[in-house]
């Protein structure tokens, strides 16, 4: 009892914290003699139902592979240019054929033929004879020869003679043909020229709303300005300001100053339309073949 009493009275000497560490020690030691008491320590392998029929169809497949001696692995038709060195080794190439046939294939060059293959690689006769049947090669290979034969008759023939029409003479489906006009645009040209009585200049295509310069381009390759005949005129020093305005290419306010300049300076010349007060300068050229002085 004694003992006992001694024991006490020294744990309640400790400090609380002294206390608090040695009931937490025992606590840990009782807690890991339980878990080494009651947990089983041996794993085992859960194998679900799926996965375990799988594993005894794979062992009925691997026996009977191993009772039947004339088993061979299926062989599915491909390019032999694309041999890889697992693939040549499971057709029974040798690492020295197989290694010529890469060595080939990095120089960009391709077999096309089952003698071209062998020829390349040295593989015999008999290896030959049981893998070519296997050989795919691309449509395009066999029918080389035709193909050859269409190309040279198609890309070294006489080229035919390109027409280019009159602008002023085109009709809506000459113009039509051209890709990127539709019904619309093509209809708005002609509107176009209808107002000019005929186009001057190819350039007069930059004026007309829709047409891409893509589409310009194509429509300048496929026409030109050949009559201008039939292009309405305007006498641009016996003109009103009423007619002037009229003009397509004048607004009503040019149409003023162009009169008022003539009052001041006396009759216009082509050389004198650029000091006309907002005059089209850039398209003097154009303008100047629709006016009579």
């Given amino acids: ?79 032999p240019n694309f041999i890889t060195d697992f693939k040549g080794y499971k057709l029974g190439m040798s690492v020295e054929e197989i290694d010529r046939l890469l060595a080939y294939r990095k120089q960009n060059k391709f077999v096309n033929s089952a003698s071209e293959f062998q020829a390349v690689t040295k593989v015999s006769d008999s290896l030959l004879r049981v893998i070519s049947p296997y050989f795919k090669f691309p449509d395009w290979v066999k029918n080389k020869k035709s193909n050859f034969q269409a190309f040279t008759k198609k890309d070294f023939s006489k080229p035919e003679k390109i027409s280019v029409l009159d602008i002023n003479q085109a009709t809506k489906e000459d113009l039509m043909k051209v890709y990127g006009i539709g019904d619309k645009i093509s209809d708005r040209i002609l509107e176009q020229k209808e107002k000019y009585g005929a186009f001057v200049s190819m350039d007069q295509m930059n004026d007309i709303w829709g047409l891409s310069p893509e589409v310009i381009e194509k429509l300048k390759s496929s026409f030109v300005v050949k009559s ?47 000091k006309i007060k907002g005059f089209p300068a850039e398209k003097i050229k154009i303008i100047a073949l629709y006016l009579e002085f």
């Fill in 1 to 79: 009892m004694g003992t006992i009493e001694s024991i006490v009275k020294s744990f309640l000497t400790y400090s609380k914290s002294q206390r608090i560490g040695i009931l937490l020690f025992f606590v840990i030691i009782i807690l890991v003699q339980g878990i080494y008491f009651f947990y089983d320590f041996n794993v085992v392998n859960k194998v679900d139902a799926k996965q375990s029929n799988w594993l005894a169809l794979q062992s009925t497949v691997d026996s009977l592979k191993l009772g039947n001696k004339n088993y061979k692995p299926a062989i599915y038709p491909f390019n």
């Fill in 228 to 274: 201008i005949s039939n292009c309405k005129k305007i006498n641009i020093n016996n003109a009103s300001v009423k007619e002037l305005s009229q003009f397509p290419f004048f607004r009503y306010q040019l149409a003023k100053d162009i009169v008022i300049f003539r009052t001041m300076n006396g009759d216009i010349n082509i050389e004198n339309l650029s």
